[in-house]
């Protein structure tokens, strides 16, 4: 069964740059059949698409984040992960990271992690 | 952006009651049009991709329709475990989006 697991902290004070991992377990980044994405959702409100990498390193970002994004991929850890700089309260958010299936580019994201709370605060 | 308009909103139900919830896209999509259900704390499942292509375990009565610019999710008899937060997305071109969520509440 896949499973999917978050971490990185919980508390991030304004300007300074968040970094979550997603640890994937009972399949294999590297595989090429899927990629992966994060997705966030401030408390209480909607679902927003942050970007999707693939095994190979190849990255899809939402340009309303400006340039503040990066992800990478470590095969070897069967990890990917995520950089979002300048953060503001504005990011306070659950971040969620999921695999997202491969049918002519990224579509559907079949799997979830649980989540994690990052709130920006001094 | 393809902007995703979801109505309605917000509505009230019983349960055996059949429900549709509408998805808007401002722009074709083809069929790239994804359903999820979201319970309080939870992540979002995946329910319907495609338009209409049910996701493996989930169950019969939710289904999914639609083409161009408007699609539709149809709960045909709702079950108790239902009452949550639906979602529609577009996965046909970057950056993908979501609609703004259909609270399904107990009548």
């Known amino acids: 069964q896949l499973q999917l697991q ?38 209480g409100k909607g679902l927003e698409w942050i970007g999707t990498i693939y095994y190979s390193g190849s ?28 953060m503001t309260a504005a990011d306070t958010a659950v971040y969620f990271c999921a695999r997202q299936t491969r049918g002519g580019g990224p579509r559907e994201f079949d799997y979830w992690g649980q989540g994690t709370l990052v709130t920006v605060s001094s | 952006d393809i902007q995703m308009t979801q109505s309605p909103s917000s509505l009230s139900a019983s349960v ?4 549709t919830i509408s998805c808007r896209t401002s722009q074709t999509i083809n069929i790239y049009l994804n359903w999820y259900q979201q319970k309080p704390g939870k ?10 292509s049910l996701q493996s375990g989930v169950p019969s009565r939710f289904s999914g329709s639609g083409s161009g610019t408007d699609f539709t999710l149809t709960i045909s008899r709702l079950q108790p475990e239902d009452f ?14 979501f609609g703004q969520g259909a609270k399904l509440e107990i009548k």
């Open chain 2, 84 to 97: 949550a937060t639906y979602y529609c997305q577009q996965s046909y071109s970057t950056p993908y989006t």
């Open chain 1, 59 to 86: 990255t899809y970002d939402n340009p309303s984040l400006e340039s503040r994004v990066t992800i990478s991929v470590d095969t070897s850890k069967n990890q990917f992960s995520l950089k979002l700089s300048s």
């Open chain 2, 16 to 19: 055996g009651d059949r429900v």
């Open chain 1, 6 to 43: 978050e971490s990185g902290p919980g508390l991030v004070k304004p300007s300074e740059t968040l970094s979550l991992t997603c640890t994937v377990s009972g399949g294999s980044i590297s595989s090429g059949s899927y990629y992966w994405g994060w997705i966030r959702q401030p408390p």
């Open chain 2, 43 to 52: 992540a979002p499942k995946l329910l319907i991709y495609a338009t209409s």
